[in-house]
């Protein structure tokens, strides 16, 4: 059984070994914002609106732009990051189609004051639920805090501000809650639900060899019941159910600082699935500005690769024509800063835009019905088949 092991990860410890050169060059401290300090930033932002009510002149927000590809720049070992000069939305209170965001973001400033003084925490839901009729729905709570959290140059977790996890961790983990909970993921029927404090997590224990990001929770789930976890043992499976939420991104690094483990992605041979897996490797524009502590650029692309849909002659009607929308965001993705820095990644890509197909990973179903866990991933893992 021993020597199966060693067989089978020789590929996986000899990249392990190359990423240990340059996990020194990449380590990254994150410094803690006091509770203090975040009082400070956003009593500065209440008396910056008190000044300008006592000068007789409306006050105006100036939030740090999320949206625009001009405000970051790429750095291969952080991934995409907002740039030091940043162009800002300006959100006045005299403006009838802002006075309502500023009023928004004055409330949740208050919250989060009361929270970060009396050290408790809330969630975002929470928030939404005290004043529906103020913010209108759940997505706009969710932008503000990010808003704030950009604005103070704090994290969101620092804000004790909490969002419910939606991605489920599986395999060789154990760990301890803040709260003191012991959390096994060891169980092959039945995963673990990301932790909503990621920060607060301690006494990480794992002999993984690996930790695979699965892209869509039905593979997740084919995984769990075809015992992946078991059969490779001993590794680790993630998945954030597509785009991933902040928790999951941000377990995925955890796992990546603790444990210094190669982290692979499994996602759909599409654009949409390379695009949720540069946002675990480089990040996002909107989550730009958090970079250091979401990004994991050791992350590599294990599968499912277009060239592998020639290789394994995935029978053509498994295959999907790609779509005017599919050819767009590919161009859009081939133009991306990070691209330049992975070739093999771009040969992929470009072989999807000639054959202008795409398939996702339970195509492979179509070889056979175990071929995903039974003779695709143990080889992909054992010959070293990823880019």
């Known amino acids: ?167 489920l961790i599986s395999g060789d983990l154990c760990y301890m809650e803040e709260d003191g909970t012991r959390i096994d993921c060891h169980s092959s029927s039945a995963a673990v639900a990301v932790s909503s404090n990621i920060g607060g997590i301690r006494n990480i224990v794992s002999s993984a060899k690996f930790v695979m990001i699965v892209e869509k929770d039905a593979t997740f789930q084919r995984l769990l019941d075809d015992n992946f976890c078991t059969k490779l043992s001993p590794c680790i499976i993630i998945t954030g159910k597509g785009v991933p939420d902040v928790n999951s991104r941000l377990m995925v690094r955890k796992l990546w600082d603790t444990l210094h483990i190669p982290i692979f992605a499994l996602v759909d041979a599409d654009p949409h699935g390379i695009e949720i897996m540069c946002i675990y490797k480089y990040g996002s524009v909107a989550m730009s500005f958090e970079a250091h502590s979401l990004t994991v650029p050791s992350v590599m692309w294990l599968g499912l690769l277009p060239s592998d849909l020639q290789r394994l002659q995935v029978p053509k009607d498994a295959l999907i024509p790609l779509t005017e929308r599919d050819e767009s965001k590919l161009n859009s993705l081939l133009k991306r800063p990070y691209l330049t820095s992975q070739p093999d990644w771009q040969k992929e890509m470009e072989l999807m835009q000639q054959s202008k197909v795409k398939a996702e990973i339970q195509s492979l179903a179509a070889i056979a019905p175990d071929f995903l866990t039974s003779i695709y991933l143990p080889n992909k893992l054992r010959y070293g088949g990823w880019v």
Not at 112 to 139: A, E, H, M, P
């Open 1 to 167: 059984m021993a020597s199966r092991v060693v067989e089978l990860f020789s590929e996986v410890d000899k990249l392990r070994a190359q990423l240990l050169h340059t996990v020194e060059d990449c380590q990254r401290v994150e410094e803690g914002v006091s509770h203090r300090e975040i009082l400070t930033r956003i009593e500065n932002v209440i008396l910056g609106i008190v000044t300008s009510l006592s000068k007789d002149e409306a006050p105006v927000l100036a939030l740090p732009n999320r949206s625009s590809w001009a405000n970051v720049s790429f750095d291969s070992a952080i991934g995409l990051q907002m740039s030091s000069e940043t162009s800002v939305t300006t959100i006045r209170s005299d403006c009838a189609s802002s006075v309502t965001k500023f009023a928004q973001i004055l409330k949740i400033l208050l919250v989060i004051y009361r929270l970060v003084q009396s050290n408790s925490y809330s969630t975002k839901r929470d928030i939404f639920y005290n004043n529906t009729q103020l913010f209108g729905s759940q997505k706009t709570v969710d932008s503000i805090v990010d808003d704030i959290s950009c604005m103070l140059k704090v994290p969101r977790r620092s804000l004790h501000v909490m969002a419910t996890s939606k991605g």
